[in-house]
């Protein structure tokens, strides 16, 4: 299963984007999907999971602002990001996780970059 992120842009200071993770197979059998984001110069880390039976987790950094959701008849994970701040620049992917979302199970795609100005 390949996946190809997309939706990213440029926003300004509490604008919204929605972005998009379409796989190329099936994502209804993987126990949990997730959003992931790398920033310049740091390490990729966690934003946002959704399990297989909908339940939702997020990072405290976008916890109340970012909503994650998922489609399996169309193979496609969603983010919907609002009152985006500069710290949230990013380069976005997602992936399949087991249990923990540090536990990804796929190769990751191309990610969609997201760049907030202040």
């Known amino acids: 299963v390949q996946l190809q992120a997309s939706g990213g842009g440029l926003v300004q200071t509490g604008g919204s984007l929605r972005l998009s993770c379409v796989a190329s197979?099936?994502?209804?059998?993987?126990?949990?999907m997730g959003w992931y984001r790398q920033a310049p110069g740091k390490q990729r880390e966690w934003v946002a999971g959704?399990?297989?039976?909908?339940?939702?987790t997020y990072a405290d950094s976008v916890k109340g602002r970012f909503t994650i959701s998922r489609d399996n008849a169309k193979n496609t994970v969603y983010l919907q990001m609002n009152s985006l701040k500069p710290e949230d620049t990013a380069v976005y992917s997602c992936?399949?996780?087991?249990?923990?979302?540090?536990?990804?199970?796929?190769?990751w795609g191309q990610g969609t970059q997201v760049t907030v100005s202040s």
């Open positions: 992936n399949a996780f087991q249990v923990f979302p540090t536990q990804t199970l796929l190769t």
């Open positions: 959704i399990s297989k039976g909908g339940y939702r």
């Open positions: 197979g099936s994502i209804g059998s993987f126990p949990g």
